[in-house]
């Protein structure tokens, strides 16, 4: 009874408000777990109480689910009970009153400028290796690009490995990037990223005609992002930087934090990022605040740094 309700409901998010395929893709984890609970006590969609629903969203923090995740489970469902009703299979939402879990946004892990200096140096010397097989300089050109492109733009990793050969445009000065919801923006590229981009782009073009830039034989026709994942932690170990500081994210963390940290406007990091609410960009304000704290500490007249 509820796995078809839910397919409505996920089809609905899909086809007419555009979600993402990960936020499908969470969405489908969090409702099976959710219908999963609500059989085990013999309840369906339909047939659940407010009780049951704050019962469940308990259940799961004792688990020990990150608050976040548990916040977007919660979203999960009361969005599912919200078009039960619109569709008028509910004549109440029992999700409506669930109490939301509490949570506070962790600060991003961010990677120093001589760090992000080191990662780069590394890649660029293994890609110029010519001693190298023919294979493996590939992929060492590639993860170059990769790691030049993401630092160089702040992109996504799913809007970095699916990009398009196409998106490069303008005498290769910016790229056209399709983020979330199908929202495209005008990204810029600066002389490093984009000579790496263009001498990849020219490779791969002598292999003959694609639709991506990052090509592999997968289904999805590109690169996963777990490949990319992979082989950045694996160059941050030979680079002597720890893995676990490592991933995609902490890179886009570090081009917003980077940003900001040499006077860059809120504003224009946010559109770079392809945040839709500006909220989301200020979780990068703690670099601003650190750096007005050391101004003080360096330059107040009071404070013992002070001239």
Not at 110 to 133: G, I, K, P
Request: net charge positive.
């Amino acid at each position: 009874m509820s796995a078809h309700l839910v397919d409505a409901f996920l089809e609905m998010m899909s086809a007419e408000r555009g979600a993402a395929a990960n936020t499908i893709a969470a969405y489908t984890r969090d409702l099976e777990d959710y219908c999963a609970a609500l059989s085990s006590k013999g309840k369906t969609v339909l047939t659940v109480g407010r009780d049951e629903v704050a019962s469940y969203i308990a259940s799961i923090e004792a688990q020990g689910l990150a608050a976040s995740s548990a916040a977007r489970r919660l979203s999960a469902i009361r969005q599912l009970h919200r078009f039960l009703m619109s569709e008028g299979l509910r004549k109440d939402d029992p999700a409506r009153i669930a109490p939301a879990p509490k949570t506070r946004r962790a600060l991003p892990k961010v990677l120093s400028v001589d760090e992000v200096d080191t990662l780069l140096a590394r890649a660029q010397s293994e890609a110029e290796d010519q001693s190298a097989s023919a294979s493996v300089s590939e992929a060492a050109q590639r993860l170059y690009v990769l790691l030049e492109l993401l630092y160089a733009t702040g992109l996504r990793v799913s809007e970095l490995v699916a990009l398009e050969r196409k998106s490069l445009m303008r005498d290769a000065s910016y790229l056209s990037v399709t983020g979330k919801g199908g929202k495209e923006r005008i990204v810029p590229l600066n002389d490093r990223a984009r000579d790496a981009l263009v001498a990849w782009k020219g490779r791969i073009e002598k292999t003959g005609p694609g639709k991506f830039m990052f090509p592999a034989k997968g289904a999805e026709g590109h690169l996963a992002r777990q490949v990319f994942a992979r082989d950045l932690k694996a160059l941050a170990g030979r680079a002597g930087i720890a893995s676990a500081k490592i991933s995609p994210h902490v890179l886009r963390h570090a081009f917003a934090s980077h940003l900001l940290q040499y006077g860059a406007d809120l504003r224009v990091v946010q559109m770079l990022l392809g945040h839709a609410d500006i909220a989301t960009t200020q979780i990068y304000t703690h670099v601003l605040d650190e750096h007005l704290r050391e101004l003080l500490e360096v330059h107040h007249p009071l404070s013992s740094g002070g001239s």
